[in-house]
């Protein structure tokens, strides 16, 4: 079975500081793994995808993430926290392992806050 | 139109009562999802619709029933709940049940039992 674990339940940055979100996946076969942004009272919106391209990959609102399969890696980074940054963030997976077809697994969450 | 509409957004329900949560897409996907969400919890698979067709069901109460009329239209109808079935109701779709697009989500329904 396919799943994550996201580092750290919260989060705090100051404004202008870097954002890192940490994300481990267990997976048997090649996985696809996203990492979405929840705004309270809202529903979730992607920020970028991994599925087999690029190692690297660049999102929405400045966000990036880099795949590393030999540490089991996907951790999403940001340069310089903003305010509208303070949200909830999920890692999540899915991908061709027969019993994960069709299911997008999330991690536990990170709450990010952002100080002035 | 990129978006996954639900309503209604609140909706407050007895123990007795019949109710029905609405999801409509207009993006030509294949692939429909609803999730549970408690608070500071993440989604909870529930039910996967891949081309109108019931594919999973993850073991959730008969309490519970979805309905796909069609392929852009999403409708999980509610009977006899818990107040501890209080949540977010999330649906979602993708081109297909084995998408490497990413899924859309909708914004949601708050769901109250009392």
């Known amino acids: 079975a396919q799943s994550v674990t996201q580092l750290g339940s919260h989060v705090s940055v100051s404004e202008g500081a870097l954002v890192l979100l940490r994300c481990n996946y267990s997976?048997?076969?090649?996985?696809?793994l996203f990492w979405y942004v929840q705004y309270p009272n809202q529903g979730l919106q992607l920020l970028l995808k991994?599925?087999?391209?690029?190692?690297l990959v660049k999102g929405i609102n400045g966000f990036e993430a880099e795949f590393k399969k030999s540490e089991t890696s996907f951790h999403l980074t940001k340069p310089s926290a903003h305010m509208s940054d303070a949200a909830e963030y999920f890692c999540a997976v899915s991908g061709l392992a027969t019993d994960s077809w069709g299911k997008l697994q999330f991690g536990a969450g990170t709450q990010v806050v952002v100080t002035p | 139109d990129t978006e996954v509409t639900q309503t209604p957004k609140h909706l407050v329900m007895g123990m007795t009562n019949k109710k029905s949560l609405k999801c409509e897409q207009h993006m030509g996907h294949r692939a429909m999802y609803w999730y549970k969400q408690k608070a500071k919890k993440p989604p909870e698979l529930m039910f996967v619709y891949s081309y109108e067709k019931l594919s999973i069901n993850e073991s959730v109460p008969s309490r519970f029933s979805p309905e796909c009329p069609n392929s852009s239209l999403l409708n999980l109808h509610l009977h006899a709940l818990q107040p501890e079935d209080s949540a977010l109701y999330l649906c979602?779709?993708?081109?297909?049940?084995?998408?490497?697009?990413?899924?859309?989500f909708g914004s949601g329904t708050r769901l109250t039992v009392v």
């Open positions: 997976s048997s076969v090649p996985p696809y």
């Open positions: 991994y599925t087999s391209a690029a190692t």
């Open positions: 979602a779709s993708s081109q297909d049940g084995q998408d490497d697009y990413g899924y859309t």
